[in-house]
């Protein structure tokens, strides 16, 4: 597997994890727009592993729209993904004067299409989610000596 590749899928699976531990905190009200951050976030660099996979350049961008296009040219499977709602979590998001606090099903509903994204583009590249946490336990053990 491509050391690119790997990088992305890792940092994918740090936002990944960052989204399960919240979604999974009681008090998971305060936490909505972080949530649906991380979950752009992990979609975002999900089809960045994809087309760093299938060496496509790709420009820097946080427009899911853009990157699933590119993805599209390559395999026609992504026509059937809908996440066009999570681009507003991008960036919007971040700043004051554009705040709007997600409701709890807006939320969900970002956790679902991030896991759903998730499933898709392993299965595409044929990596497990253990695959995934090995390479981060070994840079970790890398960049710790």
């Keep these: ?16 994890m960052g989204l399960k531990f919240l979604s999974e905190v009681e008090n ?34 946080h427009i899911l729209e853009i990157l699933k296009q590119k993805c599209i040219e390559l395999d026609e499977d992504f026509q059937n993904l809908d996440f ?7 960036v919007e998001i971040r700043y004051p004067e554009e705040f709007k606090i997600p409701s709890i099903e807006e939320t969900k509903e970002c956790i679902r299409i991030a896991l759903q994204v998730k499933d898709f583009v ?21 960049q710790s000596k």
């Design 1 to 16: 597997m491509n050391h690119k590749v790997k990088l992305w899928l890792i940092k994918a699976f740090e936002d990944y």
């Design 28 to 61: 998971i009200y305060y936490l909505r727009s972080i949530i649906c951050f991380h979950a752009q976030q992990m979609v975002e660099k999900l089809l960045k592993a994809f087309l760093t996979f299938h060496n496509i350049p790709f420009p820097r961008t």
């Design 84 to 90: 066009k709602k999570l681009s507003k979590y991008a």
């Design 122 to 142: 392993l299965d595409k590249l044929k990596i497990t989610e253990d695959e995934i946490l090995s390479w981060m336990k070994e840079l970790k053990e890398e």
